[in-house]
T-cell receptor, first 115, second 113 residues
Framework: GAVVSQHPSWVICKSGTSVKIECRSL??????MFWYRQFPKQSLMLMAT?????????EQGVEKDKFLINHASLTLSTLTVTSAHPEDSSFYIC???????????FGPGTRLTVL | GENVEQHPSTLSVQEGDSAVIKCTYS??????FPWYKQELGKRPQLIID?????GEKKDQRIAVTLNKTAKHFSLHITETQPEDSAVYFC????????????FGGGTRLMVKP
């Protein structure tokens, strides 16, 4: 149980385009989903927290207009990187947490490369 | 907010030896401390966790200890195997903070056969 999927697993795009990443909880209802960014050989940096049906809460320094997060259902959250630039190239990982539990389960990550 | 420090950043051990990774946290109200293992290019996998009402927890070759007074917790891996080689992250969270995890900087463990 507690499986989280992410799509796509990798994407290469041109500078200026937008990229959407999906995060799904496959066998449980995720009341809260988290989006992280991880640069090579570094730790996971929380970008935002999203609760189903609410606006996402962004961490300091993360532009909400650039990283659009939607959590429209209890099993799906999306992250859209708008007008992507090479410095946005990174490994983006989501995690999901169900109600009445502390445990976060991570998706497999999406490697974004912006040319 | 919470700040989690993790040491060492790299750790090399011989197969069969034990490995210990230590973390400290700043917020005494934190009450949940998971440990994740991440292999290269893959997702972090929860390997063990501990809550603040417990001082120690063990699962086969893996154990975690928590010292609330000193605000530090440690991961212990015994009888290490090459497949234990990975990056390990500790984390801490507050129940009332939306359960957002604050991660340590990670420890790259290398187990030499």
């Amino acid at each position: 149980g507690a499986v989280v999927s992410q799509h796509p697993s990798w994407v290469i795009c041109k500078s200026g385009t937008s990229v959407k990443i999906e995060c799904r909880s496959l066998d449980f209802q995720a009341t809260t989903m988290f989006w992280y960014r991880q640069f090579p050989k570094q730790s996971l940096m929380l970008m935002a927290t999203s609760n189903e049906g609410s606006k996402a809460t962004y961490e300091q320094g993360v532009e909400k207009d650039k990283f659009l997060i939607n959590h429209a259902s209890l099993t799906l959250s999306t992250l859209t990187v708008t007008s992507a630039h090479p410095e946005d190239s990174s490994f983006y990982i989501c995690s999901a947490r169900g109600l009445h539990t502390d445990t976060q389960y991570f998706g497999p990550g999406t490697r974004l490369t912006v040319l | 907010g919470e700040n989690v420090e993790q040491h060492p950043s790299t750790l090399s051990v011989q197969e069969g030896d034990s490995a210990v990774i230590k973390c400290t946290y700043s917020d005494s109200a934190s009450n949940y401390f998971p440990w994740y293992k991440q292999e290269l290019g893959k997702r972090p996998q929860l390997i063990i966790d501990i809550r603040s009402n417990v001082g120690e927890k063990k699962d086969q070759r893996i154990a975690v200890t928590l010292n609330k007074t000193a605000k530090h917790f440690s991961l212990h891996i015994t009888e290490t195997q090459p497949e234990d080689s990975a990056v390990y992250f500790c984390a801490a969270t507050l129940n009332n903070a939306g359960n957002m995890l604050t991660f340590g900087g990670g420890t790259r463990l290398m187990v030499k056969p």
